[in-house]
């Protein structure tokens, strides 16, 4: 699954579209209109996306590993693909996919407690 979520970021940041609202998004977020249009976003990819996945595989702490995972993968795409920081911007989807799949991967392991409980918020 983490595999599966890494290369789906990678293929919609790399779609130019998406590239071109994302960047954008960014830009607008500096007006108040903007930083409202963020939230509804975040928000709704939150609730319907990142939610629904981890919930329905029963992790524990789901909503904190559902915002790191998110954190991290949307990181990883801005930082290649908005960006262009090297040497992210430049690497190809597969060296990406094995640096970044078994950290995704860790998050969504029921086995695996994350490190810092309290700091998840959740009993």
């Known amino acids: 699954m983490g595999e599966r979520l890494v290369r789906l970021t990678l293929q919609l940041s790399g779609d130019e579209q998406v590239r071109k609202d994302a960047t954008n998004l960014v830009q607008s977020a500096r007006e108040s209109a903007g930083?409202?249009?963020?939230?509804?976003?975040?928000?709704?990819?939150?609730?319907?996306?990142?939610?629904?996945?981890?919930?329905?595989?029963?992790?524990?702490?789901?909503?904190?590993?559902?915002?790191?995972?998110?954190?991290?993968?949307?990181?990883?795409?801005?930082?290649?693909s908005i960006l262009n920081i090297e040497p992210l911007a430049s690497a190809t989807d597969e060296v990406i996919v094995a640096l970044v799949a078994p950290t995704i991967q860790r998050l969504l392991d029921p086995t695996q407690p994350l490190a810092a409980k309290d700091a998840a918020g959740e009993p």
């Open 35 to 80: 930083v409202e249009q963020l939230r509804v976003l975040t928000d709704y990819l939150q609730a319907t996306l990142l939610d629904r996945v981890v919930g329905a595989i029963g992790v524990p702490d789901a909503r904190m590993r559902g915002a790191l995972i998110t954190a991290y993968l949307a990181g990883v795409a801005a930082t290649r």
